[in-house]
Structure formats: structure tokens, C-alpha cells
T-cell receptor, first 109, second 113 residues
């Protein structure tokens, strides 16, 4: 069974701080996605990374796919309260989308 | 306009009852999914339908039966509800089975008493 481990599980920071969350697996994925889920809503796709070593930027968010396509990181610069939410990584393998358990981020003003 | 909609938003029912959750997508997508998110926020695929045909059926009790009357709808019927069925159920869709991006509905919070 392929598993995606996310760390940390919880993260509480002050507005303006930087942070990095991680998504790791022992398996190779053809692609990896990051979603953000806000309370009472469904996950919303932020980015898809496909190539090993790929780096994508979305405003203050930087996503990196590991060279071996087994891990990924999400870095947020100068976090804002609006970044609060559950960040989920998901790997695509054999047609299925497998989700990690998420990192719950809280950014306090 | 809502891309993926689910009804109801909340569902509270007694153990042993039968209930249904409805899902509709207006994106013209070929593939639809049902996910279950437990109290620890773990999101797990239950079913996937492509052009009204079941293509994934993860290990789910046969009390759960998906029904797809057409490409835009994927309903979930649950028989003999159990306490452990309490969770948030999400419907999602993607353009086709190979496409990465999935669009999720707002979820249905099911509470079994």
C-alpha cells in the first residue's frame, strides 16, 4: 500500500512568518498535487507537479517535487491569516489519487 | 454557478436507517468520485465512475451503493447505517480518468446516532 506521510501534522504560526510543510513517501508517483481545504468546504487544487526536481510558484507559495518523485514540499513566505487551512498532498498512482493525512495550518494575526 | 454540488449538506440519522446523498457536476466532466473523510481528516477514495461505469471500487462495505443515472450525476446510497459511517462524504469530478485535477463538492456531513 502506498502511503503519503505529511509533516508536521499541525502548525500554528504568527502572521508574517515563513513555513515549510512536507509530503514524503517510499513510493514513486507519476505526479503529485497539493490541495487546500477550508473548514466546511471541499479541497481545492493548488498545484500539480509532474517532473522530478520541478519547482512551481503560486504567489507566496513555492512547491517542489523531489528528484526521485517520492516527496514534495510546500513553502509559504510571509504567511497570512488567509492561508489558514488543511493542506493535503495527493499522489497519483495506477489511476488512483492517494491523499496524505494533511497539515493543519493556523496563521494568527 | 456551483461546479460540483451535493445535497444535503448535513444529514443526521439513526443507526439502521437507509439514506442517500446526491451529487451533480455542471463541468461536463466524464469522471466522478466519492470520497470519505474521517474525523482525523483522512480523505479516502470510495468509488469512481467514468461515463456512468464503475472503474474503482475500493474496499467499501456493500451497504454503500453508488448510482450514476447520467454523466453529470453520481449518487451514493447507504443501507443499514452504522455508527462508523459517520464522516464527511465528498463528491468530486475530473475531465476524464487520466486528468489530474479533481474538483470537489462542499461535502455532506453524515452523523449516525
Amino acid at each position: 500500500t502506498q502511503l503519503l506521510e505529511q509533516s508536521p501534522q499541525f502548525l500554528s504560526i504568527q502572521e508574517g512568518e515563513n513555513l515549510t510543510v512536507y509530503c514524503n513517501s517510499s513510493s514513486v508517483f507519476s505526479s503529485l498535487q497539493w490541495y487546500r481545504q477550508e473548514p466546511g468546504e471541499g479541497p481545492v487544487l493548488l498545484v500539480t507537479v509532474v517532473t522530478g526536481g520541478e519547482v512551481k510558484k503560486l504567489k507566496r507559495l513555492t512547491f517542489q517535487f523531489g528528484d526521485a518523485r517520492k516527496d514534495s514540499s510546500l513553502h509559504i513566505t510571509a504567511a497570512q491569516p488567509g492561508d489558514t487551512g488543511l493542506y493535503l498532498c495527493a499522489g497519483r498512482s495506477q489511476g488512483n489519487l492517494i491523499f496524505g493525512k494533511g497539515t493543519k495550518l493556523s496563521v494568527k494575526p | 454557478d456551483t461546479a460540483v454540488s451535493q445535497t444535503p449538506k448535513y444529514l443526521v440519522t439513526q443507526m439502521g436507517n437507509d439514506k442517500s446523498i446526491k451529487c451533480e457536476q455542471n463541468l461536463g466532466h466524464d469522471t466522478m468520485y466519492w470520497y470519505k473523510q474521517d474525523s482525523k481528516k483522512f480523505l479516502k477514495i470510495m468509488f469512481s465512475y467514468n461515463n456512468k461505469e464503475l472503474i474503482i471500487n475500493e474496499t467499501v462495505p456493500n451497504r454503500f451503493s453508488p448510482k450514476s443515472p447520467d454523466k453529470a450525476h453520481l449518487n451514493l446510497h447507504i443501507n443499514s447505517l452504522e455508527l462508523g459511517d459517520s464522516a464527511v462524504y465528498f463528491c468530486a469530478s475530473s475531465q476524464d480518468f487520466r486528468r489530474n485535477e479533481q474538483f470537489f463538492g462542499p461535502g455532506t456531513r453524515l452523523t449516525v446516532l
